[in-house]
């Protein structure tokens, strides 16, 4: 979205197909509406056969798959993936899907997600005489299924799916067909569709709406799915466990127009918007306004709750590309004014409500404050559609260590001061969750907060292979 100005990024998007003439054509549709999700690699691996064809790259679709390079993906199915940097870090060698080749046949692999026990698993496959070619930790499944002596391929999928700890929603393609699974607990969102007589599988339903598919149903927790020329067919890897779908999700992550868990993304947003009006109903204002684009949902809520007048107060530039860091404060903050502007006339002498969805590092905050008031803004009230963010993220948001966290160590008037802002106000937890799963039961309502909680749903730090574990992989 917005680069190194935004303080979180995005997770990955995977997409699949089956039984179409154009499956790159459409997988290449499909990562461009999950571009949001992964701005720093593409890749599209195309199953014609026995034959398995692959581009990859780093950069946006649109300069991975230039003008020629889908012409040589022909088949019927494929699986694409668009990148975000998590695990592993980068390099053309960790851009997905993975594909791997050997005697008994090939296998190409999507994940989104990241797995917190991957670096053991490593270690211990490294002994046994594994050999990786990536950093990245999607490729530990890989070396799992080839290592598993269970008869069948199937059978070794689940038997190394039994192992992963974490977030994953995992596209396969084998010569058994299109493979789907999803970790236990739901951490990544995963959809089903159909299209005309083909299958479609996407990170989240807005790809299918651009292709023109017909949104089936989500994949459940501990699901895995076989698509191939006989139908599709669900069995189970494992049961599921409590329910946690990931939170920031709905708050940032996702495009508005996803259904996420049965949930419109863009409603949820606006939901939290209202719930945080009500929550601050002592400010005092002119105008509300929102960080476009994540923000701007949750800032129309608020508008229509509080009564107070939404306006375009922040535009994007939406031409700009990345921004490297530059050497100077000053070459800093210009970089930032590329790609968001005030619109003085909306804000000069108003009392402003800037709604954002997250205060991360706090950074990216305390620039948009400045360029509102140095637009002629009389206050600049700071509204968070989302509870403060004091633990990191384990599972895909690159927020892993509590000193990336300005909410971990400053109180919510510090951040006030940190930022510049006249006033700060966070959504309650249980005002988030109501706005988002109010359908669901249990105070969690099926999601994980982790990273507002500090209540993790899977085991984080895993020190060591259980030996159960070690018979599964030899």
Known sequence: MFGELRGLNEECGVFGIWGNENPAQLSYYGLHALQHRGQEGAGIVVKDGKQFRAVKGEGLVNDVFSEGKLEGLKGQAAIAHARYTTAGGGGIENVQPLLFRSSTGSLSIAHNGN???????KQHLER???????????EVLAHLIKKSTHPTFLSKVKNALTLLKGAFSILMLSEEGLIVARDQHGLRPLALGKLGDSWVVASETCAFDLIGAEFVRSVEPG?????NDNGVKSDRFVEPAKRAMCAMEYVYLARPDSEIGGINVHMARKRMGKTLAKECAHI???VVTGVPDSSISAAIGFAEESGIPYELGLIKNRYVGRTFIQPTQELRERGVK???????QVVQGKRVVMVDDSIVRGTTSRRIVKMLKEAGAAEVHV?????????????????SSSEELIASSHSVEEIRDAIGADTVTFLSVEGMVESIARQHEGPERGLCLACFTGKYPTEIFPDTILPHEKELIR
């Not at 046994?128 to 999607?138: E, H, W, Y």
């Open 115 to 121: 797995l917190v026990n991957a670096n053991h698993l």
């Open 128 to 138: 046994q005489g594994s050999i990786f070619n990536s950093t990245s930790d999607t």
């Open 223 to 227: 699901e895995l799915i076989v698509i």
């Open 284 to 286: 005092e204002a002119d």
């Open 338 to 344: 590329m790609k968001l502007s005030p619109v003085r």
């Open 383 to 399: 509204v968070i559609s989302s509870p403060p963010m004091t633990n990191p993220c384990y599972y895909g948001i690159d927020t």
